[in-house]
């Protein structure tokens, strides 16, 4: 498993929709038209955004209930399954949380290109994290997990 924590992964991701946003000249300009559809009002993107850190500290909160380790680098080490609060609706919101966040810093630059690198983060996550976090929580708590997965969406 290669260990790169997964908001290092979407700090990464919004540096390179930042790179995209300010390398725009290099970069076909959208029409008029098009920039018109893509504009975002500020207090929806600052919504989007709040939501994603909501979901983010709800998550947490969640895990230090449990009394179960929040570092996505050692899944190994968790010691309780959290299958309750919002973890009923997503087996990944913490991850949901940080895509929301990178979703509205995307519709902040104002660039359709750099929307790609949301794309990029749920496609880099799910593989690098999400994968081999399912392979160890599946042998660290068996059925129960299995069960988990069959009831509950990775994502939403």
Do not use: K
């Not at 540096?15 to 995209?20: Q, T, V």
């Not at 725009?24 to 600052?46: E, K, R």
Request: charged share 10%; proline share 6%.
């Amino acid at each position: 498993m290669i260990r790169i924590p997964p908001p290092l992964q979407a700090l990464t991701c919004a540096a390179l929709a930042w790179g995209i946003h300010h390398s725009a000249a290099f970069l076909p300009q959208p029409t008029v038209a098009q920039q018109w559809l893509f504009a975002v009002p500020h207090w929806l993107i600052g919504l989007l955004a709040l939501l994603g850190l909501a979901i983010d500290l709800f998550a947490v909160w969640h895990f230090h209930r449990a009394a179960t380790t929040v570092n996505p680098l050692y899944p190994e080490r968790a010691s309780t399954l959290v299958t309750h609060g919002i973890y009923r609706y997503s087996r990944n919101p913490m991850y949901v949380g940080l895509t929301l966040l990178l979703l509205a810093w995307c519709l902040w630059l104002g660039n359709l290109i750099s929307l790609l690198t949301v794309a990029l983060f749920v496609w880099v996550v799910t593989r690098l994290q999400i994968v081999p976090e399912e392979r160890i929580l599946a042998q660290r708590f068996g059925d129960e997990f299995r069960r988990y997965q069959q009831q509950v969406r990775r994502w939403l």
